[in-house]
């Protein structure tokens, strides 16, 4: 069971200097990405995930959505971490075809990503970790992030590491 950090739902200052970038898909080789500039309410989340899952009885508590792919698959927060923050969660990715998976251990590490030109959908869906950095977003990202930059192939298996079951504990939810 999921432990809630309760219904904090302000907008962290990161995700909306994110929201001020245009990303750039370049013909499916670019970043599949569009930003919010606030996170869904609890009720479009809930609707949201109730409809991903196929299960009536779910709620959207744990998860912050703050942006999408060009298909509907959403990027969140995921409030996993009790007592900690929202900037110090994990980022998923939950497709619109049932794709899923941890993107980043926190938001700082997911700015990390983006300035290296990966997208959620791009590092659920295709596993692509080939940098490409982006000036606009490398800049961002030493304005924002607290952690140090990294490769993203350690980000990402770091963040992949640390939470193992993410997939498996969707599963259950699902009917």
């Known amino acids: 069971m999921i432990e809630r950090t309760g219904g904090d739902r302000r907008f962290p200052a990161a995700l909306a200097a994110v929201a001020q970038v245009e ?4 013909d499916g080789e670019g970043v599949d990405f569009e930003p919010y500039d606030a996170f869904d309410s609890a009720e479009e989340t809930t609707d949201w995930l109730r409809n991903w899952t196929g299960n009536q009885e779910v709620d959207g508590d744990a998860y912050r959505v703050f942006g ?15 007592g900690r923050p929202l900037p110090e969660q994990p980022v998923v990715f939950l497709g619109s075809e049932g794709e899923r998976g941890v ?5 700082s590490d997911f700015l990390w990503l983006l300035a290296d030109g990966l997208g959620p959908m791009e590092v659920v869906e295709f596993g692509r970790r080939d940098a490409r950095p982006d000036a606009e977003l490398t800049k961002l990202a030493e304005q924002h992030a607290t952690s140090p ?14 939470f193992p079951t993410f997939s498996d504990d969707l599963d259950d939810l699902c009917r």
Do not use: M
């Not at 993107?103 to 938001?107: C, E, F, I, K, T």
């Open 23 to 26: 990303f750039d898909y370049g």
């Open 68 to 82: 999408q792919d060009g298909t509907g698959g959403l990027a969140a927060l995921w409030c996993v971490r009790p």
């Open 103 to 107: 993107v980043a251990g926190s938001l």
């Open 149 to 162: 930059r990294r490769p993203a192939e350690e980000i990402i298996a770091e963040a992949q590491e640390e």
